[in-house]
Structures are given as C-alpha cells and as structure tokens.
C-alpha cells in the first residue's frame, strides 16, 4: 500500500488509507457501465483512466487536452475497453450543453460520474483587485460545471441506479486560509451544493460519494513553492481509492485527521484568525 507510492514516514502516517479491492469484483460492476471522468488528461483523473481501462466500461473522458484523451483513448483500446473523448472547456457554458447533448444520444446514458476537473488559484486578494476574472473561472469550472453536468445527468443516473462522485478538498471543512479565496470558496461552493442533494440523489437509487483530498502530488501543486517539500498523496492512490468507492458507494472518503482537524478549526477559530492576520502581507 503507501510504501509502493514512495511514500515518507509521515506521509504513510497521514495518508494510510484503505485502497485495495478486488479488479475482479470491480470488472463485474462496471459491465456494461458507462463512466464520465471530468479532467481526465492530467493528474488524478488521468490516473484513475489508466486503472479502469482493463474494467470494459466505457470510458468518456473531458478535458480541453484533445490530444492528451486521445493517447488515454488509445491506451484504454489497448487493454481491450472502450473510450470516448470530448475536448470540451467546461469553463463554457455553450461546450457544457453541447457535452449534455452528446451524452444524452448515449442509449442507456452515465452510470457513474466522476466530477473531477478542477483549477486552483492561489493569489493574495491585493494583488486580485483587478482580477475578478479569476473568481468568474474558478466558479464556472469549479462549481456551475458540475452543478450543469449533475442536473443534466440525474435522470439518467436515477435510471441506472448510478452514482456521482464529488473530488473535493480537505479545505472545505477547515479553516479559511488566506490567498486561496477563488479556489475554496468555488470548491466549498460545489461540496455544499452537492451535499444539500445527497439526500435527495439517495433516496432515489443515486449514490452520492465525495472525497475529501488533502494535497496531492500533480501539477495542480507545482506552482506552489511551499507544496514542493509539503506531504502530498500520490495521485494513484487517490485512483485506487476512488475505484474502491465505486465498489462500496460509500458517502465519504477523508483521511483519518480530518475529523480532529475539524474540530480544532472551530475550537482554535478565533486564535487562528488573528495569527493569520499578522503573517499575510
Ligand atoms: N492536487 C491537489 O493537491 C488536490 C487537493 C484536493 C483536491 N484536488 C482536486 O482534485 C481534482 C483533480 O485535480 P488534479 O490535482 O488532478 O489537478 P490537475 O493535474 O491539474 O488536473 C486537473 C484536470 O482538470 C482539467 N481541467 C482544468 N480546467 C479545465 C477546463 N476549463 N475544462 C475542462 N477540464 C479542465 C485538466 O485538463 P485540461 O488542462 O486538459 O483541460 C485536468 O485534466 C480537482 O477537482 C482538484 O480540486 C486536488
């Protein structure tokens, strides 16, 4: 497990988590299913493309790297599954409806929706102030893709007794930190929504499965300095982690911290604030 990630003392201690499960068992639930991976050319979704390309579903994968999905395509058609790829920025609104229709033509629709895309931006707000653009993409790729995505595919979902996939950030239930108000107020904005309909999507056969990630190892981070020596998960654990959900559709991943980490965001609130304060510039 953690070892085979390279993984450092402390970060085997952080991010122990179950990610084993049976190929075998994962290949028979995933017959003749269909599965949407937003973000599928790079990182994390690239990762989990590459473990279900031996399940024999169908694969339809998004992202704007055109030819990025169609060497994943080409792999999947090498381990004898099938893929479909739509160059599509879902930062545009005309692109999502377009990528609905396309999916609305699929005879028996998605079974499973993985909402993975994703960008951050970390940027102090003085120096955001001319900027308002940053919060406009964050949002839209972040948060008013998905929401599209999801409310275009419930029927479907609901048909196939299907299930949605949420990866999300730790960050949604810690501490606002500062710099990163464009990225955690978008994801935040998504994980909120999305738990709002969880009851609703469950009661009618749709599981609704959110993982809660803390820093990953993929280009997301690199722009980040002070991420480059920081532990980090490996994006293929994320990949197993996910497959593994697929398989109980279970509610919630987290790693084991996020709990007392919770808990010590609101115990420690206040102190917190005012440290921040004095080491932003
Ligand atoms: N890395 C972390 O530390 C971390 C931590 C917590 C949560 N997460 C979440 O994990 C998810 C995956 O992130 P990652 O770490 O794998 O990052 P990544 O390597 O940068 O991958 C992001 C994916 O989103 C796609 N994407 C970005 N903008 C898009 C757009 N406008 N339209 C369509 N697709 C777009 C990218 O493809 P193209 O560039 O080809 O469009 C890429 O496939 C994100 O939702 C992120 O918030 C990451």
Redesign the pocket.
């Known amino acids: 497990m953690p070892g085979k990630y390279d993984y450092s003392l402390l970060e085997s201690a952080l991010f122990f988590a179950p990610a084993r499960y049976s190929a075998a068992r994962l290949k028979t639930a995933l017959a003749g299913k269909t599965v949407l991976i ?9 990762e989990l493309v590459d473990e279900l390309a031996g399940t024999g579903a169908h694969l339809i994968l ?4 055109g030819e ?1 999905l169609e060497a994943l395509k080409k792999l999947v058609d090498e381990n004898g599954g099938r893929a479909t790829v739509f160059a ?4 545009k609104k005309d692109e999502v409806e377009e990528l609905l229709g396309e999916l609305g033509r699929l005879p028996a629709g998605v079974d499973v929706f993985v909402s ?5 931006i970390r940027r102090p707000l003085y120096e955001s102030l001319d900027r308002f653009h940053d919060f406009e993409r964050t949002m839209a ?2 948060y008013f893709a998905p929401v599209r995505l999801a409310l275009g595919l419930i029927p479907a979902l609901e048909k196939n007794k299907g299930q949605i996939v949420n ?3 730790v960050n949604t239930a810690l501490a606002p930190a500062p710099y990163w108000a464009a990225y955690q107020a978008s ?1 935040t904005a998504f994980d909120q929504w999305f738990r709002c309909a969880a009851p609703e999507l469950e009661r009618r056969g749709i599981a609704p499965t959110s993982v809660y ?4 190892r ?4 690199e722009p980040t300095a002070a991420y480059r020596n920081a532990p ?1 998960m490996h ?1 293929r654990h994320v990949a197993r982690i996910i497959c593994r959900l697929l398989l109980t559709r279970r509610r919630r991943f987290a790693p084991w911290w996020l709990f007392p980490a919770e808990v010590a965001s609101a115990v420690f609130r206040r102190p917190w604030e005012a440290i921040a304060a004095r080491f932003v510039d």
Do not use: C, F, H, Q
């Open positions: 937003t973000g599928a050319s790079y990182g994390i979704g690239e998004v992202a704007r790297t990025k599509v920025d879902l930062t993975n895309a994703g960008k951050s790729l972040n990866v999300s950030a994801k990630l803390p820093l990953v993929t280009r997301m981070i980090a994006p």
